[in-house]
C-alpha cells in the first residue's frame, strides 16, 4: 500500500538525503517553489503560441495551451485543497509530526496541472500523431532498423506527457530541468510506464506511456523516492499517485468545459444548446435573472462555465472519497468522472464537441497544414544531422544545422538521442515558430 509519507515526498532528482515539511522556507513552501519554476521555464511561455483546440485563433476569446493550463491548475488547487483537508483529517500525523497542510496538497496539485501540457507539440493532439507517423509510415522509417525496439516505440508512438517529463528532468533544448519535488513529479505522470511491453487494459494507466526510454534512470529514481505499487516492476509499470487522478480531474473539467465556451463564443454553437448540454453539472444553482441581467455573450457563457466547473469539482472530490482506498493503491481504473453518475453527460459534451469542435472544418484544415509542416521540418533536420554525423554534410545541412539546430546536441550522439531530441527539439516549437521556420526552410519568406 502507497503511503502519504513518500507521496508527498520533497526530494528532488539526484538528493541523497530526506528533505523535511518543517525545514521548508515558511513563506514559500517547495510546492510553491515547483510551481514558480513552471511559470517562469521557457517551455510554460511556450504555450501562449500553441494549440489547445482551434488553431492560430486571432481572437482574445480563445484558449491556448497557456491559458487552458492556467486554468487547470487553479481547479486544481481547489480540488488539492479539498481532498487535503479530508487526507488530513484521516491522517492526522502528516500536519503534527510532518507539518503538511491543506495548502500543500493544493500545491502539489496546481503546480503539476500548470506543467502537464509542456511537452506538448504545436498544432494540438494532430502535432503528435503527425512526428509519430513520420517514422512509422514517413521517411522516418528508415531509422527502424538502427534503434532498439522501444526506442523506435517511443518515436512512432510520440507522446507530449512523455517529453513533459523530460523536460522536468532532463537537459533539454529549452534550457536546464526543471527540477521539480518527487510528489509533483508524480501527480504529473499519468502513466507510469514505458512505451514497450504494449499492454493494453481497461486500467486508466495503461492509456498511453509517461516517459521516454532516454529518460528511464530518472523515471526508477523518481518509481523510488513516492513507492508506488508496481504493476510489473520488471517492465517498469506502476499504478498511479493517487494525486495523478486529480491533475487527470482538472484537465478533464477544464476541456470538457471550456472547449464548448470557446466554440459558443465564436459562434459555432448556439447559446440554448450550451445551456441544454451543461444543465446536468448546474441545474441545482441555475438562476435565470441572474443569466438574462447579463447583456454579453462572454459574461452569460462565464456565468455558465463557473457554475459547471464548481460542479464538477464537487464530484471529482465525492469520487476521490468515495474511492479512496482503490485511489491509494493505484487500483482506481477509470478516470473519477468516468466513476461519476455524471459520466454520461461529460460524455454526450465531447461526443457532440468532437462532431461540431474537433472535427469543425476550421480546426481539421489547420490541423491539416500543421501535419505537413512537421512532416517537413522533421525530413529538414534529421536529413541534416544525419548526414553531418556520417561526414556528407552538403552546404545546405550546414546552413540549417546553424541557423536552427545550435542548441540541438547531436555530433558524435548516439542516433536514438539525437533523434529523441530532434523530435522535443520540434515539439518544443510554438504553433507560429513551426510555420515562420518551415516557410524559410521552403524559401517562402526572407525576412528583409
Keep these: 500500500m502507497q503511503n502519504w509519507e513518500q507521496l508527498l515526498s520533497l526530494n528532488k532528482l539526484g538528493d541523497t538525503q530526506k528533505r523535511l515539511r518543517k525545514e521548508d522556507n515558511p513563506s514559500r513552501s517547495a510546492f510553491e517553489v515547483d510551481y514558480d519554476r513552471v511559470v517562469f521555464s521557457t517551455a510554460f511561455r511556450r504555450l501562449q503560441d500553441k494549440t489547445q483546440v482551434i488553431p492560430l485563433s486571432k481572437t482574445d476569446f480563445v484558449h491556448t495551451r497557456l491559458t487552458h493550463s492556467l486554468e487547470t491548475s487553479v481547479v486544481g488547487r481547489s480540488l488539492g485543497r479539498e481532498i487535503g483537508l479530508h487526507i488530513l483529517e484521516s491522517n492526522p500525523h502528516l500536519q503534527h509530526q510532518h507539518h503538511y497542510n491543506i495548502a500543500d496538497f493544493g500545491g502539489v496539485i496546481a503546480a503539476a496541472c500548470l506543467a502537464h501540457d509542456i511537452g506538448n507539440p504545436p498544432f494540438g493532439h494532430s502535432g503528435e500523431k503527425a512526428i509519430g507517423e513520420y ?33 522536468l528532468v532532463d537537459q533539454n533544448t529549452l534550457g ?31 492509456k498511453k506511456f509517461g516517459f521516454f526510454t532516454q529518460q528511464k534512470k ?14 510489473n516492476a520488471a517492465e517498469n509499470r506502476y499504478y498511479r499517485h493517487p494525486l495523478a487522478y486529480l491533475v487527470e480531474a482538472a484537465d478533464d473539467i477544464c476541456y470538457t468545459i471550456i472547449d464548448l465556451e470557446d466554440a459558443t463564443n465564436l ?36 456565468y455558465l462555465r463557473a457554475l459547471s466547473i464548481n460542479g464538477l469539482i464537487n464530484e471529482a472530490k465525492h469520487q476521490f472519497i468515495n474511492n479512496e482506498e482503490n485511489i491509494i493503491s493505484g487500483k482506481m481504473s477509470k478516470p473519477l468522472l468516468k466513476a461519476s453518475s455524471l459520466s454520461p453527460a461529460i460524455d454526450e459534451i465531447i461526443d457532440f464537441s468532437v462532431k461540431h469542435i474537433y472535427q469543425s472544418r476550421e480546426v481539421t484544415q489547420k490541423e491539416i497544414a500543421g501535419y505537413q509542416i512537421l512532416n517537413e521540418l522533421l525530413d529538414f533536420f534529421t536529413n541534416a544531422i544525419e548526414r553531418i554525423n556520417k561526414g556528407k554534410a552538403t552546404n545546405l545541412d550546414q546552413l540549417v544545422a546553424r541557423s536552427f539546430l545550435k542548441d540541438l546536441n547531436y555530433e558524435n550522439e548516439d542516433t536514438a538521442d539525437w533523434l529523441i531530441n530532434c523530435c522535443s527539439f520540434v515539439a518544443s516549437l510554438t504553433d507560429g515558430e513551426a510555420v515562420r521556420i518551415h516557410r524559410k526552410l521552403k524559401g517562402n519568406h526572407i525576412e528583409r
Excluded: C, V
Design 135 to 167: 517514422f512509422q509510415h514517413g521517411n522516418g522509417i528508415r531509422f527502424k532498423d538502427q534503434l532498439p525496439a522501444e526506442i523506435y516505440q517511443d518515436l512512432i508512438d510520440f507522446e507530449g506527457n512523455a517529453n513533459g517529463f523530460k523536460l
Design 176 to 206: 536546464m530541468p526543471l527540477r521539480t519535488t518527487f510528489a509533483t513529479l508524480g501527480a504529473f505522470m499519468k502513466y507510469p510506464k514505458p512505451s514497450l511491453p504494449k499492454k493494453p487494459s481497461q486500467h486508466i494507466a495503461d
Design 218 to 231: 530518472q523515471f526508477e529514481e523518481m518509481i523510488q523516492h513516492l513507492g508506488l505499487t508496481p504493476i
Design 267 to 302: 459562434g459555432w454553437i448556439d447559446e440554448d444548446k450550451s445551456i441544454e448540454l451543461l444543465n446536468p453539472f448546474i441545474k441545482d444553482k441555475f438562476d435565470w435573472k441572474i443569466y438574462n441581467d447579463l447583456s454579453r455573450k462572454n459574461e452569460r457563457l462565464s
